[in-house]
């Protein structure tokens, strides 16, 4: 088994909102990982006296010790769990109604010797190498899926039309203070002999396939086998910088975190 990890901020100076982690028993028979990228909030208040990333550090750290320590739950059931623990930690103090109080996409797999296990919620992304080396991207494309009815509004009505829906029947969702979030995320299992690699990475390094178009998943799992994870970060990081305005390649902003795990298994 090997594991290969990279994050760095959008921003050089500010915090990093994505959080990426692996656990691996003593016995070397399975393993967890969870890719966490905290949802930058608004500039007005929200609620809540925590960061982004403070959220994103708790619910991934509680996310974790779970998968890695809970057999028995499922990997949507330990979301669950780690979401309401989150909450726990900042209900007196803060307004968890608050539709931006802190809140991450989720992405998360577990493996034993037998299975393997994974959960995606919102549009960070995993990708599932097969024993035959064919690639298999498992998406939650519930975001994206609003986008063509948002560009047919006036540009200034975009962005409240898709906030209008997140959390929201009819639209999309991120893992913040409520629990049952956790049922609605994309879920599913393979036999451990059919998986040889998996690779979790926030939207910030899924530029490189949906917003710059430098190939297709399988192509982006190419470039980390072969070069690792921080050169497929550094080729986004270049396509940033030659359309900073976002002229050719429009996106929300110049920059953002950008975060990957690969594991060999």
């Not at 006296?49 to 991934?60: C, D, I, Q, T």
Request: negative net charge.
């Amino acid at each position: 088994m090997r594991i290969q990890s990279a994050t760095e901020p959008g921003t050089p100076g500010l915090p990093d909102e994505d959080y990426v982690a692996a656990a691996t028993p003593a016995s070397g028979a399975g393993g967890a990982l969870v890719l966490l990228d905290g949802v930058t909030a608004p500039t007005e208040p929200v609620g809540c006296r925590h960061s982004v990333a403070w959220f994103s550090s708790r619910l991934g750290g509680a996310l974790l010790e779970l998968l890695g320590s809970r057999a028995e739950m499922s990997p949507a059931s330990c979301l669950a769990e780690a979401i309401d623990r989150t909450a726990d930690a900042h209900r007196e103090t803060c307004d968890l109604s608050h539709r931006r109080t802190p809140q991450a996409t989720v992405v998360c797999a577990r493996w034993t010797a037998e299975t393997v296990e994974y959960l995606v919620l919102s549009d960070s992304a995993l990708l599932i190498e097969d024993q035959e080396g064919e690639v298999h991207p498992v998406l939650d494309t519930r975001l994206d899926d609003l986008r063509p009815a948002a560009l047919r509004l006036p540009r200034g009505e975009r962005a409240a039309f898709v906030e209008g829906l997140r959390n929201m029947p009819g639209g999309f969702f991120t893992a913040a203070a409520d629990p049952a979030v956790a049922e609605l995320a994309v879920t599913g299992a393979l036999p451990r002999s059919r998986v040889r690699s998996l690779v979790a990475l926030s939207d910030g390094l899924g530029r490189w396939v949906e917003t710059f178009g430098l190939g297709n998943w399988a192509d982006l799992f190419s470039v980390l086998i072969a070069d690792g994870p921080q050169a497929a970060i550094r080729q986004v990081r270049e396509a940033e910088a030659a359309d900073p305005a976002g002229t050719t390649y429009p996106r929300g902003k110049t920059h953002d975190d950008a975060s990957v795990l690969l594991a060999e298994l």
